[in-house]
């Protein structure tokens, strides 16, 4: 068994738990920090493992595939070596970037056909060759290709897509067996949820997950612009059903409000690209709510950038020191921010975990959901 | 006395020394990074002091006056408090960057009006007001005020400009005499020599300035275009002239080779744009000679980025990964490559000042310059 459940909180269906892989275990509930094109963005690897402090990354195969492409990351021996960080990688299947060629794809049975966004080169995806491109690649845990559906999205195109992504899955789950990791080192796979905002998909979908009896489970096609009550009934419903013995990924979530509620529902893993992104428009999370550090509000105000943060960030620059860094475009504003973000959220989870295992996770989560919608 | 010469090479004119200032003592000779708007554009400052350790830095007034601005300054206790850097730092007087904005600006007797690069408002700049600005700023060591000629430059404008530098300056002297230091520590006034390429006006104008007794000398006007041998020959000119005594510093100079070449004649000080922004479009130096990282030939060299090189990026990343990062336009790639350069420009003025004080500098120098010119 890769994965061992701690304990579960007594006022939520928060779980604690530790998953085995090959580069070291991960303590759940985790967020992923997402490296699109084997970085970070503006964040030295040194950093993000010193600082930041993931068990875990996340890398775009799509992005992967395109540049540097498999070829020069099977010279390197895999995207840990190439990209000089030794903790897990997990990589998605590709599935959402080309979803979100909208214009520059066409999905069919076989797989989906598209453009290249770099060069408008024409490429094709199928479960197969996603997972080719993954053991490539050589994450430790590897997802299935599926289609997210978009929101909204009528019933009947959800249930056909559904059943693709199913089909698509077993052809995954096929070659992923007949398959071996190139590196010596063993590969996870991860099955798919889909079925769009309609409970009744989203159950079939989860029991046909559940049934693949997989390392770990995967909720897709969520966070794609949907409201969060939907978000929420949505992954409550396939946390019930997924079981309880495998760790639950919820992908592409979210803020961190999103984040604790979903780990209230029973989700451990995430990923989002918001903490970095929004780092780089000027916007800070912490535990008080959020910064628009923009704002001229901030002009003199000299006190550190975030006396509670958990980066040196944090400590070493202050508010107005920053906000002249992001008026002055200075790329350095960017860095600083994405890695004050990517602390709090990392601190996020791993204070859950802790408040998960000493029984305080409800009550606290609950406080911090209302402070933590404010704006500074 | 703020400087002490400590040596002299036996076999050229180069010199060892230390220069005493109020956030400390800096070895001579030294190159200052350039932290054009209160950043050294990509670097942290940990990194900057950990990583490539420089004794000094290098601030540009003109920007600085633009954004933040001196009264953010002033409220936050000077640009040391304002950025988090506890080492000295030099500011320009903003005459290089006025004389750039040709067409945007007018030279009088009085001094320089200029159009904002930002929005276009009006502004006046005057040998008082540059050193109003580097009392607020609160700089280690602060330039006069001096109109830097463009290459090619007529014979007589020349003469006519050096003389309006030389009553700027006595204008600097007197204010800066007259003006007292803003946060209780000691500023330094360096003046400037100019005379475009004519070495009659070079002679002239280095008599000048060592009349004036000043802590330390600079040397302006040069690295604006023309031929090396040609920057060398006003140098040496000027250094024969300058006092022994004092240090002397070639304003905005330049590569490598330039740099070794110069304190072969006697020059202490040095700063330049060059490592970081040539870093930012992918030109590392190196001992053996410069390298285009984005060349394809270095899509799959595995090897680390510089095995002799002085940061961690040297050692922690590969010549692969730098080339991919800057293929997929990832800003680490930047950051990496910043970081590379300066870390390799302060390491060669360390050696210098080494190989000074043990004698062997002239040799060494030669090769050196021999190898650096290469392409690899």
């Not at 970085?39 to 030295?44: D, F, I, L, T, Y």
């Not at 089909?167 to 590969?187: A, M, N, T, V």
Request: aromatic content about 10%; charged content about 25%; hydrophobic content about 35%.
């Amino acid at each position: 068994m890769n994965f061992t459940l701690k304990h579960t909180d007594p006022g939520s269906k928060a779980r604690a738990g530790l998953l085995k892989t090959a580069h070291g275990t991960i303590e759940t509930p985790i967020f992923m920090p997402v490296g699109t094109v084997a970085s970070v963005k503006g964040v030295h690897q040194r950093e993000l493992r010193d600082e930041i402090d993931p068990d875990i990354i996340l890398g775009n195969t799509y992005h992967l595939y395109l540049r540097p492409g498999t070829e020069i990351l099977k010279s390197a021996g895999g995207l840990h070596k190439f990209m000089g960080w030794d903790r897990p990688i997990l990589t998605d299947s590709g599935g959402y970037q080309v979803y979100s060629l909208s214009g520059r794809r066409k999905i069919k049975e076989e797989g989906v056909k598209f453009k290249s966004h770099i060069d408008g080169s024409l490429h094709e995806f199928t479960p197969e060759s996603v997972v080719d491109l993954q053991r490539e690649i050589g994450a430790d845990i590897i997802m299935a290709f599926d289609e997210c559906t978009p929101y909204p999205c009528e019933y009947d195109y959800a249930r056909r897509s559904m059943h693709l992504t199913h089909r698509w899955l077993d052809r995954c789950i096929k070659h992923f067996e007949e398959s071996e990791p190139l590196y010596g080192y063993q590969q996870l796979f991860f099955p798919i949820v889909q079925g769009s905002v309609y409970t009744d998909l989203r159950k079939q979908s989860a029991e046909y997950i559940a049934g693949t009896d997989a390392v770990g489970n995967a909720i897709g096609g969520l966070s794609v612009g949907e409201p969060a009550e939907e978000m929420y009934e949505m992954a409550e419903a396939v946390c019930d059903i997924l079981p309880t013995g495998k760790p639950r990924y919820l992908m592409g979530v979210g803020t961190p409000i999103n984040i604790l509620e979903n780990i209230a529902l029973g989700v451990d893993m995430f990923d989002c690209v918001m903490p970095t992104r929004n780092a780089r428009n000027g916007m800070l999370f912490t535990s008080e709510g959020t910064i628009n550090i923009k704002n001229k509000k901030w002009e003199d105000d000299f006190s550190p950038l975030d006396p509670m943060g958990h980066t040196f960030v944090d400590q070493e620059y202050s508010k107005a020191y920053l906000r002249h860094l992001f008026a002055a475009n200075e790329y350095l504003g960017k860095q600083i921010a994405t890695i004050h973000n990517l602390g709090f959220y990392l601190w996020l989870v791993r204070e859950s975990r802790r408040r998960i295992l000493d029984g305080s996770f409800r009550p606290w989560k609950d406080q911090m959901v209302k402070q933590m919608d404010k704006r500074l």
